[in-house]
């Protein structure tokens, strides 16, 4: 891991004399049942990376493999280590993927009750809550008043939390 960090330094520190407010975080998958100390690794990398870096990640953000049965327990741990370094964490919400989804609709409703699962949890809830897809759901990004559409998603989301339409 040490290795690593020093590689990327160099890049780093051109990014910042570029663009001096850039946000450099990490995106890592959660819920893999390998390697076994996976959770762990994630841990000692933000400690090593701000060690060498000298700045701590400006975010971490959780890509969940939702059908791993060890998913919830991988979130938690990795929240827990991620706050404790003062790390804004984030989860991605996403649907499908594993080829079942065959509308926008099922997309989106799939990562609606993914945020719900999540979120009904205190110990899961994270800082961030980013709406990102691989495939080719949902379609349409507007209107937001249409189910199906990935800015519906947001307002449900926003919604669920509160937030009123204007």
């Given at each position: 891991?040490e290795?690593?960090a020093?590689?990327?330094?160099?890049g780093v520190?051109?990014?910042?004399?570029?663009?001096?407010?850039?946000?450099?975080?990490?995106?890592?998958?959660?819920?893999?049942?390998?390697?076994a100390?996976?959770?762990?690794?994630?841990?000692?990398?933000?400690?090593v990376?701000q060690?060498?870096?000298g700045?701590?990640?400006?975010?971490?953000?959780?890509?969940?493999?939702w059908?791993?049965?060890?998913?919830?327990?991988?979130?938690?741990?990795?929240?827990?280590?991620?706050?404790?370094?003062?790390?804004?964490?984030?989860?991605?919400?996403?649907?499908?993927?594993?080829?079942n989804?065959?509308?926008?609709?099922?997309?989106?409703?799939?990562?609606e009750?993914?945020?719900?699962?999540v979120?009904?949890?205190s110990s899961?809830?994270?800082?961030q809550?980013?709406?990102?897809?691989?495939v080719?759901?949902?379609?349409?990004l507007?209107?937001?008043?249409?189910?199906?559409?990935?800015?519906?998603?947001?307002?449900?989301?926003l919604?669920?939390h509160?937030?009123?339409?204007?």
């Open positions: 891991m290795r690593i020093r590689d990327i330094a160099p520190a051109d990014l910042r004399a570029k663009f001096p407010y850039v946000q450099i975080g990490d995106v890592e998958p959660i819920g893999t049942a390998q390697p100390d996976w959770v762990q690794e994630i841990n000692e990398w933000s400690h990376y060690t060498v870096i700045e701590k990640l400006a975010f971490f953000h959780a890509d969940v493999v059908k791993a049965p060890i998913w919830r327990q991988q979130l938690a741990a990795v929240r827990t280590n991620i706050h404790a370094k003062g790390i804004p964490f984030g989860v991605i919400y996403d649907g499908g993927g594993a080829g989804t065959e509308s926008d609709d099922v997309w989106t409703q799939e990562a009750q993914r945020f719900h699962q979120e009904s949890t899961l809830v994270p800082d809550a980013i709406f990102q897809s691989w080719r759901w949902p379609r349409r507007l209107p937001e008043t249409e189910h199906g559409t990935m800015t519906n998603l947001v307002l449900r989301y919604q669920a509160g937030a009123s339409e204007n």
